[in-house]
């Protein structure tokens, strides 16, 4: 299978490791607007040869869109407008309501489908790229019902060989639950770390004292506005709803600690650790 | 070296794994008020044996209080009354001002060495004990002027043997550090389980779709509430500092994403990516 990634970054790069382990892709071609992209794409042995974009979807089984959510809008139905019926486009999107609407209407929107794999970590570039990311994570599979079913199930299997587990779901709940399970949590450890930046003047006593628990939590805050800003602008109705309830829970906080009520400040830690039996 | 180990939990059963692997303890004696932790302790080989408060004390050449933060304030007067100037205390404490007042006067002060290792997980529990927790993180001794000179020579160079880095501070110092570095890390990771579990109905969506940064936010909103109270409540003022701010700057990024002010939102993040010259 020749596989032509788009956006040689974090997610297309590792994508074109893990298929290439599996015995997947035969070739991988990649296409990226960046010439340092482009070259350290080479180097670190993530794509087979650099083309243009005409040529590289031309030749390719699969092509793999993994650019920032605001060019996926304006690349998805370019791609969709040069593909036969012998390929298929995937994207490895963040948010997917948008995505979708604007290809809803093109002629080859069978030929597309629209996944998400809950991979990823808070670096970004070619020099990202890692074997194994996706081992054991979750791929989401959107509104398939408008692709084309062998193309759903050939795309279901490669990500399986590549050891994930599938869920089938539509763009509006996907948006929704993400909203709650990533999409909060980038929010949280942004303003985590503009509050220590902005109140903390000490740098070196950060650095020195800085534990497991508050690398955990403001790891996140490393992750690039370029990939993120796109995904809370075309997630926004639901990151702000999510957020208006995690100021009130942090408010309600700030109250009972205020009021030194302990026993409710015990009840609150005792209701939020319920999370142990969501999470793994 | 005997060592004599209050509250065999995740702290002190992991000193005591420590201690005893780098050849440092050559008998360690547990207490616990809980039987059932003493029966744990035991069977998991965290300590050689069980005794009471006072036979515990009189034999041991290191005592290490590793409680709640409330019953060290009671605690650790008691012990240090019953101690010779061949003996040395210790705590594990989160929170160092309170504890260090409550001392302050005692006769016995000089023999108290007051440390803080940072380092933990979000169990607890003696079963929560594991080796190593201790190597490559620092260890924070406070008021050091306080103690007698030998035994924080003598403290440092055990936990420098198991591998942790010194630094010094005075109390207030790190009462105000550790709000920003440890303490408002488990307030948001409370709040977000919170915020998650009261809006998202949908457990099994979560439980497939939760990837690896929610986990990182998150993890620490198991943290057990017999813990965290009582350092929220002897950093109270620290914490509501902190906290103040947090909510300023969740608030802001919420306005700038109602408004759709996107330059805004991107300067925020970048601000935020600043993180990454002080996370190692």
């Given at each position: 299978?020749?596989?032509?990634?788009?956006?040689?970054?974090?997610?297309?790069?590792?994508?074109?490791?893990?298929?290439?382990?599996?015995?997947?892709?035969?070739?991988?071609?990649?296409?990226?607007?960046?010439?340092e992209n482009q070259t350290k794409a080479l180097a670190l042995g993530l794509v087979d040869e650099i083309a243009d974009l005409a040529s590289?979807?031309?030749?390719?089984?699969?092509?793999?869109?993994?650019?920032?959510?605001?060019?996926?809008?304006?690349?998805?139905?370019?791609?969709?407008?040069?593909?036969?019926?012998?390929q298929i486009v995937i994207d490895a999107g963040s948010t997917k309501q948008r995505l979708l609407a604007t290809v809803e209407q093109h002629p080859r929107?069978?030929?597309?489908?629209?996944?998400?794999?809950?991979?990823?970590?808070?670096?970004?570039?070619?020099?990202?790229?890692?074997?194994?990311?996706?081992?054991?994570?979750?791929?989401?599979i959107c509104d398939a019902e408008h692709s084309d079913p062998a193309a759903v199930t050939r795309v279901g299997g490669i990500f399986e060989q590549i050891g994930m587990r599938l869920v089938y779901m539509g763009g509006a709940?996907?948006?929704?639950?993400?909203?709650?399970v990533s999409h909060i949590s980038h929010i949280t450890s942004f303003a985590l770390a503009l509050t220590v930046l902005n109140k903390e003047k000490e740098e070196q006593q950060i650095f020195d004292l800085a534990s497991g628990g508050f690398e955990s939590t403001v790891r996140l805050a490393k992750s690039s506005p370029e990939t993120w800003v796109p995904i809370f602008r075309q997630n926004r109705l639901n990151v702000l709803d999510v957020l208006t309830e995690h100021l009130r829970q942090l408010q309600h906080m700030k109250d009972v600690l205020e009021q030194e009520d302990y026993p409710a400040f015990h009840q609150l830690i005792e209701q939020a650790n319920l999370i142990r039996k969501i999470l793994k």
């Open positions: 299978m020749i596989v032509t990634v788009i956006g040689i970054g974090l997610i297309g790069g590792s994508l074109a490791l893990s298929l290439r382990e599996a015995g997947l892709a035969t070739h991988v071609i990649g296409v990226d607007q960046s010439f590289a979807i031309s030749r390719a089984d699969l092509i793999v869109l993994a650019v920032p959510m605001d060019a996926m809008l304006t690349l998805l139905p370019l791609l969709l407008d040069g593909v036969g019926d012998h929107r069978a030929r597309f489908v629209a996944v998400h794999p809950m991979a990823g970590t808070e670096y970004s570039g070619p020099e990202a790229a890692v074997p194994g990311l996706f081992e054991g994570k979750t791929l989401v709940a996907h948006d929704l639950h993400t909203a709650y």
